[in-house]
């Protein structure tokens, strides 16, 4: 990656999901607003902004002049902004999806294969999987939150 490569002014996507914040009472329809340059619509939930590559929600690259392209057909133009190493491993493709999240209400139980799982869950199963990619996480909360991640044996609940 070269060292005069700027900073690019990107465009987020915004999941609505039931479970999320209505309005402009969570941070993601606040961002949202920022983004969009229109107000966040106070009965409409907006659960999940999304920043990466991803087919459900491709983030747009604003260019001079106020253009816009796809994340991903920027990367493809130039593939040094990921390096070398990004490159050889993911193609030229985010490897991560960055998330905001402003939950409302519990989410549903989420599992989370790894690589090769995902891919041949998806190849039996696309309906139900609709992702080939595996989904490790990192959470890092910025207001107060609860949450439980893992199971315990059935032998630790008697």
């Not at 609505?16 to 329809?29: D, R, T």
């Not at 999940?48 to 087919?55: A, F, I, V």
């Not at 996480?137 to 939150?145: G, K, R, S, V």
């Amino acid at each position: 990656m070269t060292g005069d490569m700027k900073a690019l002014r990107v465009c987020t996507t915004v999941q609505n999901y039931e479970w999320g914040k209505h309005g402009s009472a969570g941070e993601v329809g606040r961002l949202y607003s920022l983004v969009s340059k229109s107000p966040a619509e106070e009965d409409k939930p907006y659960a999940e902004l999304w920043m990466g590559t991803h087919d459900s929600g491709h983030s747009l690259v604003v260019l001079e002049g106020e253009d816009r392209m796809p994340l991903r057909s920027w990367l493809e133009e130039h593939p040094e902004a990921l390096g070398d190493k990004v490159v050889e491993r993911w193609g030229i493709d985010l490897p991560f999806l960055f998330k905001v999240l402003s939950v409302a209400k519990a989410l549903s139980i989420q599992a989370h294969p790894d690589k090769d799982l995902a891919r041949l869950l998806h190849t039996a199963h696309p309906k139900v999987y609709k992702d080939s990619n595996h989904k490790p996480e990192m959470a890092l909360a910025l207001t107060e939150f609860e949450a439980l991640c893992g199971f315990v044996s059935a032998q630790e609940c008697s």
